[in-house]
T-cell receptor, first 115, second 114 residues
């Protein structure tokens, strides 16, 4: 059982480059999301999706795009990387958007450095 | 606004010591409360949760009680082990929200020495 799989685990970019962080889950979860983790700031929600074809912005969406063409996949795109996007990125999924279940299943993270 | 505040770390303890990690929250409505744990090199995983006032969540020897009067959800363990070394995140979600969003505290690093 793979759970939530993120690739790549590590990436170094130059300012202005673009890239896509991949996220796939095999649990048939409706809800998927992307967080970034920065020292002293916990995790902040970037974008989320409540089902295929539906996405919405979280707390810190600027500089990132997402799409949800299938239930399984939820890629995160950086169109023009900036040093402020240096962070660890986590993809997470859940059975549904029912908030009080609270159980998000996280991938192992992708560490991105923008020079 | 809604927020979660945790005690700053790192917290360094000797094996078998008693652990408390403080967590307080600010929220409109009636949140559910959670503790997540992140072991080195891994993603977060749910440790325990409580969905209403006075509920106690427990798992793997860890406990936390939802205290509405003090808006707190402190994490405790009677006897820590080296394997408990990790980063612990307190989080809340609002049942009135349709985003499924969890609001996380900044995390507290626990180091347990043999």
């Amino acid at each position: 059982n793979a759970g939530v799989t993120q690739t790549p685990k590590f990436q170094v970019l130059k300012t202005g480059q673009s890239m896509t962080l991949q996220c796939a889950q095999d649990m048939n979860h409706e809800y998927m999301s992307w967080y970034r983790q920065d020292p002293g700031m916990g995790l902040r929600l970037i974008h989320y999706s409540v089902g295929a074809g539906i996405t919405d912005q979280g707390e810190v969406p600027n500089g990132y795009n997402v799409s949800r063409s299938t239930t399984e996949d939820f890629p995160l795109r950086l169109l023009s990387a900036a040093p402020s996007q240096t962070s660890v990125y986590f993809c997470a999924s859940s059975y549904s958007i029912i908030s009080n279940t609270g159980e998000l299943f996280f991938g192992e993270g992708s560490r991105l450095t923008v020079l | 606004g809604n927020s979660v505040t945790q005690m700053e770390g790192p917290v360094t303890l000797s094996e078998e010591a008693f652990l408390t990690i403080n967590c307080t929250y600010t929220a409109t409505g009636y949140p559910s409360l959670f503790w997540y744990v992140q072991y080195p090199g891994e993603g977060l995983q749910l440790l325990l949760k409580a969905t209403k006032a006075d509920d106690k969540g427990s798992n793997k020897g860890f406990e936390a009680t939802y205290r509405k009067e003090t808006t707190s959800f402190h994490l405790e363990k009677g006897s820590v082990q080296v394997s408990d070394s990790a980063v612990y995140f307190c989080a809340l979600s609002l049942s009135s929200s349709n985003t499924g969003k969890l609001i996380f505290g900044q995390g507290t690093t626990l180091q347990v020495k043999p």
